[in-house]
């Protein structure tokens, strides 16, 4: 009984291309997040939603967008794939806008642009 | 400087040892702050919370001194299964609810 789903978990692309990730939570979580995890493990944030409205906007390139139909669903679309893309890329939900009850992550998309 | 800095290790120990990781932060203003863990090639997955009081949890004891603004973790009787990288996470709610991640200490837990 996955908490926090993603799909696809892993990603392999050419350059150039646009796609998308899914994620989904059955937690009741009101905020979810897109994490990025780069080759050198450090871990950034994104973009956050709150009840489908997004307060967390970091500076990422515009190639880059979230959809969140409704709190349980944040999706990530990503337009014109660059090999600096190529990452994990990791969902959370956290109960509460403040994160003050920690994150709960999904278990990766692997993204490999070639 | 970072917000958020981790001594990156690799800290090796063998089972049994008991092992002491810290975690300084720099927003004075920070208000939640968490130990994480994460097995290679996994997801990171909260461990606990710290509070201003301390907290244990089995093996491992987390503390937060607000003064010096730094977290610690320690791990006491080591084991295998305790090798991964532990990930000190800091919130601020003047940060626009921003949680910052350390950037990890690795451990490995030797027979």
């Known amino acids: 009984d996955t908490a926090v789903s993603q799909t696809p978990k892993y990603l392999v692309t050419q350059m150039g291309n646009d796609k998308s990730i899914k994620c989904e939570q059955n937690?009741?979580?009101?905020?979810m997040y897109w994490y990025k995890q780069d080759s050198k493990k450090f871990l950034k944030i994104m973009f956050s939603?709150?009840?489908?409205?997004?307060?967390i906007n970091e500076t990422v390139p515009n190639r880059f967008s979230p959809k969140s139909p409704d709190k349980a669903h944040l999706n990530l679309h990503i337009n014109s794939l660059e090999l600096g893309d190529s990452a994990v890329y990791f969902c959370?939900?956290?109960?509460?806008?403040?994160?003050?009850?920690?994150?709960?992550f999904g278990s990766g998309t692997r993204l490999t642009v070639v | 400087r970072k917000e958020v800095e981790q001594d990156p290790g690799p800290f090796n120990v063998p089972e049994g040892a008991t092992v002491a990781f810290n975690c300084t932060y720099s927003?004075?203003?920070?208000?939640?702050f968490f130990w994480y863990r994460q097995d290679c090639r996994k997801e990171p997955k909260l461990l606990m919370s710290?509070?201003?009081s301390g907290n244990e949890d089995g093996r491992f004891t987390a503390q937060l001194n607000r003064a010096s603004q730094y977290i610690s973790l320690l791990i006491r009787d080591s084991k295998l299964s305790d090798s991964a990288t532990y990930l000190c996470?800091?919130?601020?709610?003047?940060?626009?609810?921003?949680?910052?991640f350390g950037d990890g200490t690795t451990l490995t837990v030797k027979p």
């Open positions: 996470v800091v919130n601020s709610w003047t940060n626009a609810g921003k949680s910052t």
């Open positions: 710290v509070y201003s």
């Open positions: 959370a939900s956290s109960q509460g806008r403040r994160e003050s009850y920690g994150y709960t």
């Open positions: 937690l009741g979580h009101d905020t």
């Open positions: 939603y709150n009840n489908k409205e997004l307060i």
């Open positions: 927003n004075s203003a920070s208000q939640s």
